[in-house]
């Protein structure tokens, strides 16, 4: 492995939500992960940054089990994420993609039927409750009976956003939630999403190409290159002080703000 392509110490954080050792993944006959060796903390704000085809959604899936890697190992709060039942782990664990996907019918309609997802000690969704739940993604809680295929694409991502707060997780998985939205709105979800990590004690992972978002939210990011880490830690000191060539050279080019 080439020198640059080694995982910066810092990569190695001390409270992990999630651990994956030796993590390689394989689609349709290439490689899109080749050893991950990676700790996302708990109660964080990661942001997976990189180049286009870099591996960072095969690496978000595999945090909830859309996909299972082809070697290597994952722990999910020091368990084998493999021994969890799917059902508990994508209650436990929210994905908000990047086309958010709505039912025919109402908003409050779409926020209920996930909540199939949730604990047993986990109320239904009402109207009342599903004010609430708009308020937290930052819509108007009149949404609650506007049709939801109606809806601005922002708005759609929002209530998908309240839709993956039903089940009340203590994980949200985010794949490049911003992409279809203009630069203003993209802004106003990532700092939604900040608030929310903070007032609901989430640990939160996403993919994001936009550099200005990792700026804003984020407080641990990692940098993929070609399935493998090039550098992670901490937000602030990697965005400004990167120690790795590739890294630097990738934030230099501002590549991600277009890939």
């Known amino acids: 492995m080439r020198s640059e ?19 390689r993944q394989v689609r349709d006959g290439r490689t899109t992960l080749d050893g991950i060796d990676l700790d996302l903390p708990r109660g964080g704000f990661t942001a997976l940054i990189g180049p286009s085809g870099s591996g960072k959604t095969s690496l978000l899936r595999l ?34 993609f990047q086309a958010p996907v709505m039912f025919p019918g ?13 604990k047993a000690e986990v109320p239904p969704v ?4 599903a004010r609430e739940l708009l308020a937290l993604a930052g819509l108007d809680p009149d949404f609650v009976g506007r049709q939801a295929l109606d809806l601005s694409g922002g708005e759609k991502q929002r209530v998908a956003l309240a839709r993956a707060l039903t089940t009340a997780p203590e994980v949200l998985l985010l794949d490049e939630p911003t992409a279809a939205l203009d630069p203003e709105v993209a802004d106003r979800l990532v700092h939604t999403l900040s608030e929310l990590r903070v007032s ?19 407080t641990y990011v990692a940098m993929l290159e070609a399935g493998r880490v090039v550098e992670a830690g901490e937000a602030g000191a990697l965005l400004r002080e990167p120690q790795q060539a590739r890294t630097r050279a990738f934030l230099q080019a501002g590549e991600g703000e277009l890939g």
Do not use: C, K, W
């Open 63 to 96: 945090l909830n089990r859309l996909d299972d890697p082809a070697s290597g190992t994952i722990e999910f709060l020091g368990r084998p994420i493999a021994e969890y039942r799917v059902r508990e782990l994508r209650r436990r664990i929210g994905f908000v």
């Open 5 to 23: 392509l080694r995982p910066a110490a810092a990569g190695l954080a001390a409270e992990a939500a999630f651990r994956l050792r030796g993590v």
């Open 106 to 118: 109402t908003v409050l309609a779409n926020l209920q039927a996930a909540h199939g997802l949730a």
């Open 200 to 218: 609901r004690s989430l640990t939160m992972v996403m993919v994001t190409h936009r550099l200005r978002e990792a700026r804003i939210a984020a």
């Open 126 to 129: 009402d109207e009342s409750g």
